[in-house]
């Protein structure tokens, strides 16, 4: 996979304290559910209730990390919420997390335990290799859910492939070209974190990720970045 799949972070992300470990899972099978997983997220997410309340939004270090880097490139924090914090506020309110297909799930429980941004891209959508980088305004960012493009603010970080499809804009929105489908058997892993989060913490997250996707779906992990 990597002699044909790549993955590079500009130097001027990782300037503005973004980090993260990047990685290939491939020969995965996918499905809509688990019950087996049902019951290992449920007891989870009863021992994470009794731990989270609403506190935790203003208290979390990790959480106000996400915040520093979006000031740092002057964008509003109101505007653009970290995925993991936007998780934390979906738990918060209903006690649950959404259901949208297994491999998904799994990575939004491990989100939710680290508060670390997660996301998975189906490598057969992706053109050749993803760089980190900064925006030049000029790429195609087509987020989640949206019938349409929007346009790319120049400065702000994002995961963009070789034709300039923005994958995930900062940490915010994923896009709907390369999401993770029942289809989907190969994909790309972002574990990202920021300058407040050591690198034990966010390869912690990356090997429980991991171990749970292969317990659950099967496939075989190849790192291809940690910084």
Same mark, same amino acid.
């Given at each position: 996979?990597? +002699? ?5 972070? +500009?130097?001027?992300?990782? =300037? ?5 470990? &990047?990685?290939?899972?491939? #020969?995965? =099978? ?17 021992? /994470? ?15 106000? #990390? ?10 509003? $924090? ?7 914090? $936007? ?10 997390? !959404?259901?949208?297909? /297994?491999?998904? +799930?799994? &990575? ?34 087509? !987020?989640? #859910?949206? *019938?349409?493009?929007? !346009? ?6 994002? &995961?963009?492939?070789?034709?300039? $499809? ?7 929105? =994923? ?5 993770? *489908? ?6 790309? &892993? ?8 050591? $690198? ?6 990356? +090997? ?9 779906? #099967? ?9």
């Amino acid at each position: 996979m990597s +002699d044909i799949f790549m993955f590079s972070a +500009d130097a001027s992300v990782k =300037q503005l304290g973004v980090k993260g470990v &990047y990685f290939t899972m491939t #020969g995965l =099978q996918n499905k809509v559910t688990d019950e087996r997983f049902e019951n290992y997220k449920n007891d989870c997410l009863n021992h /994470l209730s009794d731990q989270l309340q609403s506190s935790v939004l203003d208290t979390s270090p990790v959480l106000a #990390g996400f915040r520093t880097l979006h000031t740092k490139i002057n964008r509003s $924090n109101k505007k653009y919420v970290a995925s993991p914090e $936007n998780l934390l506020q979906i738990f918060l309110k209903h006690r649950s997390l !959404p259901k949208i297909n /297994l491999l998904v +799930d799994i &990575y939004n429980l491990i989100s939710l335990k680290y508060f670390l941004a997660l996301g998975a891209h189906d490598i057969v959508a992706v053109n050749s290799n993803i760089t980190l980088k900064l925006a030049d305004g000029t790429e195609t960012f087509h !987020p989640l #859910g949206y *019938t349409d493009s929007r !346009p790319v603010q120049a400065g702000d970080y994002i &995961y963009a492939d070789d034709s300039h $499809n923005v994958l995930c804009y900062m940490e915010v929105k =994923q896009c709907e070209k390369s999401k993770v *489908t029942l289809e989907t058997t190969d994909s790309f &892993y972002i574990v990202q974190g920021h300058a407040q989060t050591d $690198n034990d913490y966010l390869k912690t997250a990356a +090997d429980e990720l991991i171990a749970l996707t292969q317990d659950f779906c #099967g496939g075989k992990a190849e790192i291809l970045c940690c910084f």
